[in-house]
T-cell receptor, first 112, second 113 residues
Framework: QKEVEQDPGPLSVPEGAIVSLNCTYS??????FMWYRQYSRKGPELLMY????GNKEDGRFTAQVDKSSKYISLFIRDSQPSDSATYLC????????????FGRGTSLIVHP | DADVTQTPRNRITKTGKRIMLECSQT?????MYWYRQDPGLGLQLIYY???????NKGEISDGYSVSRQAQAKFSLSLESAIPNQTALYFC????????????FGEGSRLTVL
């Protein structure tokens, strides 16, 4: 079993829908949780970053971390065709090298 | 200009050939990384370097080698390419802080025939 599990999709939704993307993990040492967005033929870019448990909101995007369940989520409200991309979760422990462990990525398609 | 530049962007080669992928950065970061991305497998860490004199193996280093020529330059070599090394390769940089945000290049697509 991989340390970070993420359903690769694809997830296809209509424009305006609320999107929920999720990852589970097994390493209880993870403290830093990130979501990267990767457009086709581009490198990933950091979208959201959260430390420990709780919620973080940035515009249409909300990141949630539930450390008791080892489960993290990214919600996208009022999804747009421009949100079509692959979303990768990543997480790293406190201390040490801080090198993140990535999920496989979920492909999201928002159709007009 | 991009903060993290990879060359070449695309390369087709034959089995047994030596290939070098190059990465340069203008972020001023000490840390540099090479990742491989395959469809459905996410990003796998090949090698990483925390400074010019520091080189570390990642999850999948077999068949690869690296060289950190300067703070800003980190190259990945395939000494004898094989078809299952066909993949998209990414270079990334980060600072040493706990946020660990990675800044990626645009990728080098390698095809080994």
């Amino acid at each position: 079993q991989k340390e970070v599990e993420q359903d690769p999709g694809p997830l296809s939704v209509p424009e305006g829908a609320i999107v929920s993307l999720n990852c589970t993990y097994s390493n209880s040492a993870f403290q830093y949780f990130m979501w990267y967005r990767q457009y086709s033929r581009k490198g990933p870019e950091l979208l959201m970053y959260t430390y420990s448990s709780g919620n973080k909101e940035d515009g249409r995007f909300t990141a949630q971390v539930d450390k008791s369940s080892k489960y993290i989520s990214l919600f996208i409200r009022d999804s747009q065709p421009s949100d079509s991309a692959t979303y990768l979760c990543a997480m790293s422990p406190s201390g040490g090298s801080y090198i993140p462990t990535f999920g496989r990525g979920t492909s999201l398609i928002v159709h007009p | 200009d991009a903060d993290v530049t990879q060359t070449p962007r695309n390369r087709i080669t034959k089995t047994g050939k030596r290939i070098m992928l190059e990465c340069s950065q203008t972020k001023g970061h000490d840390r540099m990384y090479w990742y491989r991305q395959d469809p459905g497998l996410g990003l796998q860490l090949i090698y990483y370097s925390f400074d010019v004199k520091d080189i570390n193996k990642g999850e999948i280093s077999d068949g690869y080698s690296v060289s950190r020529q300067a703070q800003a330059k980190f190259s990945l070599s395939l000494e004898s390419a094989i078809p299952n090394q066909t993949a998209l390769y990414f270079c990334a940089t980060s600072d040493s802080g706990p946020s660990g945000e990675l800044f990626f290049g645009e990728g080098s697509r390698l095809t080994v025939l």
